[in-house]
T-cell receptor, first 115, second 112 residues
Framework: EPEVTQTPSHQVTQMGQEVILRCVPI?????FYWYRQILGQKVEFLVS????????KSEIFDDQFSVERPDGSNFTLKIRSTKLEDSAMYFC?????????????FGPGTRLTVL | DAKTTQPNSMESNEEEPVHLPCNHS???????IHWYRQLPSQGPEYVIH???SNVNNRMASLAIAEDRKSSTLILHRATLRDAAVYYC?????????????FGTGTSLTVIP
């Protein structure tokens, strides 16, 4: 069964450093998303991406964040200058369409720890 | 997207049916009802969705009230693997980015 993969599974970084989280969505999917979950809290939407541009973003997704689809398979989330409060689990998701009934397939997540 | 209300936690005995309720009194006529679950240390996974009629799939059943102001996710025989947080989410057609807004969900404990 096709699945979304994410690397690395755990990333430790120093405050102020740049990090790039990588995702490989399901191959025939065209719509991509990033969510995050701070430990013990709910899953929060960050950004949705289609046709090489951002469709929607939350207020969490400020100028420190960017997304990119550098080639035909990867989808990346970059945090330019990490803060302690960026420590969270980051989930990538993809879907085959944007109809209300289209399910999203989530990856296993990358745990980001900012020291 | 319209708000949903779920109990914080529920318990079930293994191999018994589980009924997970969700209230969505402000649902609009075009909102789809989605259920996702999150197993411990994993990403959310799709369970089921519906609009007006009851739905069945291999994982669960979704019973939707006639006025659509509430719905119930039914796991027919709970297993230990079903222990997870279950999220009831509404998605509106104005939701241009197609994203989901997760609430706090219901944490289901399955007792052996």
């Amino acid at each position: 069964e096709p699945e979304v993969t994410q690397t690395p599974s755990h990333q430790v970084t120093q405050m102020g450093q740049e990090v790039i989280l990588r995702c490989v969505p399901i191959s025939n999917h065209l719509y991509f998303y990033w969510y995050r979950q701070i430990l013990g809290q709910k899953v929060e939407f960050l950004v949705s991406f289609y046709n090489n541009e951002i469709s929607e973003k939350s207020e969490i997704f400020d100028d420190q964040f960017s997304v990119e689809r550098p080639d035909g398979s990867n989808f990346t989330l970059k945090i330019r200058s990490t803060k302690l409060e960026d420590s969270a689990m980051y989930f990538c998701a993809s879907s085959g369409g944007t109809s209300q009934y289209n399910e999203q397939f989530f990856g296993p997540g990358t745990r980001l720890t900012v020291l | 997207d319209a708000k949903t209300t779920q109990p914080n936690s529920m318990e079930s005995n293994e191999e018994e049916p589980v009924h997970l309720p969700c209230n969505h009194s402000t649902i609009s006529g075009t909102d789809y009802i989605h259920w996702y679950r999150q197993l411990p240390s994993q990403g959310p996974e799709y369970v089921i969705h519906g609009l007006t009629s009851n739905v069945n799939n291999r994982m669960a059943s979704l019973a939707i009230a006639e006025d659509r102001k509430s719905s119930t996710l039914i796991l027919h025989r709970a297993t230990l693997r079903d222990a997870a947080v279950y999220y009831c989410i509404l998605r509106h057609p104005r939701n241009t980015g197609n994203q989901f807004y997760f609430g706090t969900g219901t944490s289901l404990t399955v007792i052996p």
